[in-house]
């Protein structure tokens, strides 16, 4: 007699039951559910299965130090940017959070508020530059502000053999104001030769992440905030592949023409340049704990 699909679910489940990890066996086993469920509501046929798994194997052959085809394939179906969120949800007014990406450096080098954290022959420089503050809008002192992006060729010094740029490690200030200069960044695709990029061209979608600056956030008394910030105008603001875009994180950046400005400000060059400000807002640990709370009681 053949098994139903609710009934081999179920079968499998009990053959889990002797697993000494409770967490473990809750979420396999409702990953098992979801999964029957998937195949019966699909009618998934033995081909279309056969080749799930092989797209899963070359996904794993791609994956390498600098690059996990796994964690792409999170990113594009929105399942990286969803864990984000429900992790690490912040109240109304804090600085929403984003994704971390494949390129985090933990012990990058320190710069002075004002420094660059790009050498020269980059990109185009912009000035970057803003406070942090807490919920009340008092000043954090001492912040710690990681901050790291791609050069004008869409690549992270991760992806360059022995490179350390684009990226540093500065403090804010005692009125928590913080600055640095970097480089303009510029949208940039996802790997291209892999099977997340080859899934999302079947779909007829694109392959690119809108221009956007990474940030990590810390200090003592208060959750850390993961993030970044995106730019108006971006052609891909509405359809970053990634999903990471939110209207909270975009940013518009301003031409500044005063010369002797750009000069003051640590420019090589007596040339115009671009203007970012942006301030991030820090949370309590009970004021991000009770928000998720919230967020999880409505659901």
Same mark, same amino acid.
């Given at each position: 007699m053949a098994k139903t699909a609710f009934s081999l679910a179920e079968e499998v489940k009990?053959?889990?039951?002797?697993?000494?990890? &409770?967490?473990?066996?809750?979420? !396999?086993?409702? *990953?098992?559910?979801? *999964?029957?469920?998937?195949?019966? =509501?699909?009618?998934l046929t033995a081909d279309e299965w056969s080749a799930a798994i092989h797209f899963l194997g070359e996904a794993g052959k791609v994956c390498a130090e600098t690059r996990q085809e796994f964690d792409i394939l999170s990113g594009v179906l929105g399942v990286t940017t969803l864990v984000e969120d429900i992790n690490n949800g912040k109240?109304?007014? +804090?600085? =929403?959070? +984003?994704?971390?990406?494949?390129?985090?450096? =933990?012990?990058a080098h320190k710069v002075e508020n004002g420094d660059s954290i790009a050498s020269e022959g980059k990109g185009d420089y912009p000035y970057v530059e803003g406070r942090v503050l807490d919920l009340q809008g008092n000043p954090v002192a001492n912040a710690t502000i990681d901050t790291w992006e791609a050069d004008s060729s869409g690549l992270y010094d991760f992806q360059y053999e022995n490179q350390e740029d684009c990226r540093g490690r500065l403090h804010t200030a005692e009125d928590g104001s913080f600055s640095f200069r970097a480089i303009v960044p510029v949208p940039y695709p996802i790997p291209e030769d892999g099977p997340a990029a080859n899934l999302l061209t079947s779909l007829g979608r694109h392959v690119y992440r809108p221009a956007h600056l990474h940030f990590v956030i810390s200090a003592p008394g208060y959750e850390s905030v993961t993030t970044q910030f995106y730019f108006k105008g971006d052609p891909y603001l509405t359809s970053d592949a990634t999903f990471g875009v939110k209207p909270s994180l975009i940013v518009t950046p301003e031409i500044v023409e005063d010369l002797a400005l750009s000069k003051a400000r640590g420019f090589k060059?007596?040339?115009?340049?671009?203007? !970012?400000?942006? &301030?991030?807002?820090?949370v309590t640990?009970?004021?991000? !704990?009770?928000?998720?709370?919230?967020?999880?009681?409505?659901?």
């Amino acid at each position: 007699m053949a098994k139903t699909a609710f009934s081999l679910a179920e079968e499998v489940k009990a053959m889990n039951r002797n697993c000494q990890n &409770d967490r473990l066996k809750f979420l !396999i086993d409702k *990953l098992v559910d979801h *999964l029957h469920a998937y195949v019966v =509501e699909t009618s998934l046929t033995a081909d279309e299965w056969s080749a799930a798994i092989h797209f899963l194997g070359e996904a794993g052959k791609v994956c390498a130090e600098t690059r996990q085809e796994f964690d792409i394939l999170s990113g594009v179906l929105g399942v990286t940017t969803l864990v984000e969120d429900i992790n690490n949800g912040k109240p109304a007014g +804090a600085t =929403e959070p +984003a994704l971390l990406g494949p390129f985090f450096k =933990e012990d990058a080098h320190k710069v002075e508020n004002g420094d660059s954290i790009a050498s020269e022959g980059k990109g185009d420089y912009p000035y970057v530059e803003g406070r942090v503050l807490d919920l009340q809008g008092n000043p954090v002192a001492n912040a710690t502000i990681d901050t790291w992006e791609a050069d004008s060729s869409g690549l992270y010094d991760f992806q360059y053999e022995n490179q350390e740029d684009c990226r540093g490690r500065l403090h804010t200030a005692e009125d928590g104001s913080f600055s640095f200069r970097a480089i303009v960044p510029v949208p940039y695709p996802i790997p291209e030769d892999g099977p997340a990029a080859n899934l999302l061209t079947s779909l007829g979608r694109h392959v690119y992440r809108p221009a956007h600056l990474h940030f990590v956030i810390s200090a003592p008394g208060y959750e850390s905030v993961t993030t970044q910030f995106y730019f108006k105008g971006d052609p891909y603001l509405t359809s970053d592949a990634t999903f990471g875009v939110k209207p909270s994180l975009i940013v518009t950046p301003e031409i500044v023409e005063d010369l002797a400005l750009s000069k003051a400000r640590g420019f090589k060059d007596a040339k115009p340049h671009t203007y !970012i400000k942006k &301030d991030f807002v820090l949370v309590t640990p009970e004021q991000g !704990i009770n928000a998720r709370a919230a967020v999880a009681a409505q659901n």
